[in-house]
């Protein structure tokens, strides 16, 4: 069965409705799950796993990964609205996105979310269709060596974005690496900096880390602050649609976001984070305004989240093709086939051809739907902000506190949030940007490990790096980024 | 004087908590049970979990509450259990590792498992499987051991982390058929698969569920597996012990039981020993186990003590020498 055709095949799964329904109730819920803060997709479709055993497997897996890209779509709200990011993928849309919205312009950062997303999404479909057979082989092509030189460049190409000074922004992804050190050791089993609390095992939470340097900060920083300025009493439609001049820059981000998105989401790890890191990069690198980035540039919120959900549609051919899971949702994805007896792997294509392409003709019916049920809603989202904020405040710490509670159910966390969150108050107030320290906590465990476990293969030849050709590629790009970077310097240091 | 205190001091304790065993034989259970897990909704040791607690909470008529608290290899749902006040409504399921391999992996580990868990059954065990890329040099068990023992650490393996089950297998294995083979440390199985079929490393020991599908995709090839007696879901492969060199007892298998806070009522423990024994009785209850890769076990409370006892011994010298080749 050609791509095509087991498309078509899946729409015909797609669209019995006794499966549709289950799609439109995962998307529904998916919006207003990644809208509550904190309360994320993880927690969502764990509470509904024990409930998809009264369903099909095609009905459950289309329902959960409905919630799934649903949930993108409305994290992106939470992050331009009140800075309040779940995921690192989304901390780059606060980027752009807030300071639109604090300028009054809210409306206009959530349509251009909203349709890159769409965007990003049917591309990574397209993508998919044509290519999935690609996108796995590739899967196993990288090796530990290529892991490590792809995250570096990751690490390198974005470190500075978002920041006004690039030392500030150094700074941060340092403190992230640092912080990304915190854990179980997986080559030796030593414990580093854990202190003797069994909490600190597995790591830093990433939830509670996420929510208290952006949510919980941003709370604090408004205690001072007496009523929003800035926000129009009454929202005409207009007010919520781009000017004419935005829309026309749209389109080219989120393709590029895209392709960035549904490349580097096939490849499991952090495939979407380095995606929406290296679309916003790209974006401030190529644009001939970088001075915007940073104070609501269109494109800063359109690349970023047209990645991350190519990346999120992308991120199911390791999943479904070689059984590996990308991250902790698509972990619970796999547990959740498991249930129904399916095992995920080389011959799921061929042994279950409905569920596969079900599954992704049912990511173009819910990615159509998500579009229909939030440009609509833009308008409600926007009138959150008139919510008084000794209402809204005090709500958002006790969701922040619900979803940190519900990713292991352990009360630690959420005394590791407070002191977080006033972490991120002080760094805020030093103009410091968490985003980038994010990045830092997230990539570093990686760089190590895949490093460590490269110089262990090669038994401790650094050539490795350069030998296997696929890091030898990021290598050069590496390289050549760091001599653009220094050349660029020297230039404004003595003008020709 | 002191004495009589003393013995109306252990009366009165006594008497405190005899009270509510007395009250409870008749009733128990009279209100929701709570069972932990160190892993999170949807692993595997979590879906264990369900598919056992399901059918016991009809028996028992209280509903069962599954209480996720993953972390630290399992060890936080132990420390979680052993922290809830609600004696006697409060139990776990655990994989072998916290029971066995944790007290020296895990420094500050907040329990001892001799004197503050009560075994309660042995739910089901799983052997592991040695698998190697289907173009590796050798078929079988004894070509794989000529190849690793040609030079030190020229044939490497992964594991999913130091005293994980796989890297312990594959450390005993080394030592009972005189190799030595690279470690290399990945965080989970489909990681190490992967590794496996790109050529990154040699081998792996893991499940046979998580093998099977790239033996069909003819990707991947098994050459032996760790338990004494063939396995149903790993059917044509042949058992390890005995062969290439290796001793008739060599056996490795990880396994998930149900346990208790000690000081649970004596009556309690056996009486869901006897239920949970019933429910692994069902063929339909095997087979969703078998189709994860479980083979059913059950036995008495005693019986799985000693498992855990003999299980300390065999992985502490296995760490002994791992220990002491760093």
């Keep these: 069965m050609s791509g095509w055709e087991g498309f078509l095949h899946g729409l015909s799964v797609a669209l019995q409705p006794e499966v549709l329904i289950y799609c439109v109730f995962g998307v529904v819920l998916g919006t207003f799950v990644g809208v509550l803060p904190g309360i994320g997709a993880m927690a969502t479709i764990s509470l509904l796993l024990p409930i998809t055993y009264y369903l099909s497997p095609e009905a459950a897996l289309i329902m959960l990964a409905g919630v799934y890209y649903g949930s993108q779509y409305g994290g992106a709200v939470a992050s331009i609205l009140l800075r309040l990011p779940g995921t690192p993928q989304s901390a780059v849309t606060t980027l752009d996105g807030y300071p639109l919205a604090q300028q009054g312009r809210a409306g206009v950062a959530l349509f251009t979310s909203m349709t890159s997303s769409f965007l990003g999404s049917f591309f990574g479909i397209c993508v998919l269709i044509v290519l999935s057979g690609f996108l796995s082989r590739a899967a196993t ?46 080559n030796s089993g030593a414990q580093r900096f854990t202190f003797g609390q069994a909490e600190l095992m597995d790591g830093v939470n990433l939830v509670a880390l996420a929510m208290g340097l952006f949510g919980v900060a941003e709370v604090i920083a408004n205690i001072q602050v007496a009523e929003r300025t800035g926000v129009p009493r009454r929202i005409a439609m207009r007010d919520l649609l781009p000017r004419r001049e935005e829309l026309k820059r749209i389109p080219f981000p989120a393709l590029r976001g895209a392709s960035l998105g549904s490349f580097f989401g096939a490849l499991p790890g952090t495939g979407s984070t380095i995606s929406s890191f290296l679309a916003y990069a790209t974006e401030r690198r190529i644009s001939r305004h970088p001075e915007k980035f940073g104070n609501g540039a269109v494109e800063g919120v359109a690349g970023p989240e047209a990645a991350n959900n190519a990346a999120a549609i992308s991120a199911f051919v390791p999943t479904l093709t070689l059984g590996i899971p990308g991250d902790p949702i698509m972990a619970l994805m796999l547990g959740a086939l498991v249930i129904h007896g399916v095992q995920p792997g080389p011959l799921m294509l061929e042994a279950r051809p409905d569920m596969f392409w079900g599954l992704i003709a049912s990511f173009g019916i819910g990615n159509l739907l998500l579009l229909i049920l939030n440009l609509p809603l833009i308008g409600i989202w926007v009138s959150m902000l008139r919510i008084p904020f000794r209402w809204l405040y005090p709500a958002i710490l006790i969701f922040v506190c619900l979803g940190v509670y519900s990713v292991r159910g352990a009360p630690f966390d959420i005394f590791a ?80 | ?118 075994p309660v059954a042995l ?74 079929i790109g050529h990154e490393i040699d081998s792996g020991f893991m499940a046979p569920s998580a093998a099977m599908q790239y033996v069909e995709a003819g990707t991947l090839k098994i050459l032996g597996i760790t338990s004494q007696v063939p396995f149903d879901q790993a059917p044509g492969v042949p058992v390890m012990a005995g062969q290439a060199g290796l001793p008739d007892d060599f056996r490795a298998e990880l396994w998930n039981a149900f346990i208790a806070p000690a000081g649970t009522d004596e009556a309690i423990i056996n009486k869901l020993n006897a239920d949970i024994n019933v429910i692994l009785a069902d063929p339909a209850v095997q087979k969703r186990l078998a189709d994860m890769g479980w083979q059913v076990a059950g036995g008495t409370a005693a019986e799985l003590q000693q498992r855990i006892v003999e299980d300390t011994e065999i992985w502490g010298a296995v760490l002994d020498r791992i220990d002491a080749k760093n």
């Design chain 1, 417 to 496: 949030v407070a002191l977080i969150g006033a972490i991120g108050y002080a760094l805020s107030l030093a103009r410091f940007n968490p985003a980038l320290l994010l990045l830092g906590f997230v990539l570093g465990p990686l760089i190590e490990t895949n490093l460590r476990r490269a110089l262990l293969i090669s038994r401790g030849d650094p050539m490795i790096f350069l030998e296997r050709p696929i890091s030898a590629a990021f290598v050069a790009a590496i390289a050549a980024l760091i001599l653009v970077s220094v050349v660029q310097s020297l230039r404004r240091v003595r003008p020709a």
């Design chain 2, 123 to 196: 739910i089901a065990t799983s052997p592991l499987v040695l698998v190697v890329a289907a173009d590796f040099v050798a078929d079988d068990l004894a070509g794989f051991v000529t190849a690793a023992g040609a030079e030190p650490e020229v044939v490497s393996y992964g594991s999913v982390g130091k005293g994980s089950g796989a890297h312990l297998t594959a450390e005993l294995f080394s030592d009972r058929a005189g190799v030595e083979m690279l470690h290399i440390p990945y965080t989970s199985y489909a990681e190490v698969t992967t590794a496996i």
């Design chain 1, 141 to 186: 092509a990288f090796g530990a060596a290529d892991y490590a030189a792809m995250m570096i460049l990751g690490l390198v190409a974005a470190s500075t974005i978002g920041a006004k000074h690039p030392a500030k922004g150094l700074a941060m992804v340092v403190l992230g690496l640092i912080l990304g050190c915190v854990g179980t050791d997986v």
């Design chain 2, 1 to 118: 004087m002191t004495i009589s205190r003393r013995a109306a001091l252990i009366g009165a304790a006594v008497l405190t908590f005899a009270t509510p065993a007395l009250a409870q034989d008749a009733a128990w259970p009279s209100k929701p049970l709570h069972t932990f897990v160190g892993f999170p909704a949807g692993s595997s040791p979590d879906l264990l979990a369900r598919i056992v607690t399901d059918p016991l909470a009809a028996t028992l008529g209280q509903p069962i509450v599954i209480e996720n608290k993953p972390g630290a290899g399992g060890v936080i749902g132990i420390q979680q259990m052993l922290n809830a006040k609600d004696q006697d409504y409060t139990f776990g399921t655990t994989i072998n590792g916290p029971m066995t391999t944790a007290p020296r992996l895990v420094p500050d580990l907040g329990y001892d498992v001799a004197a503050d868990v009560a």
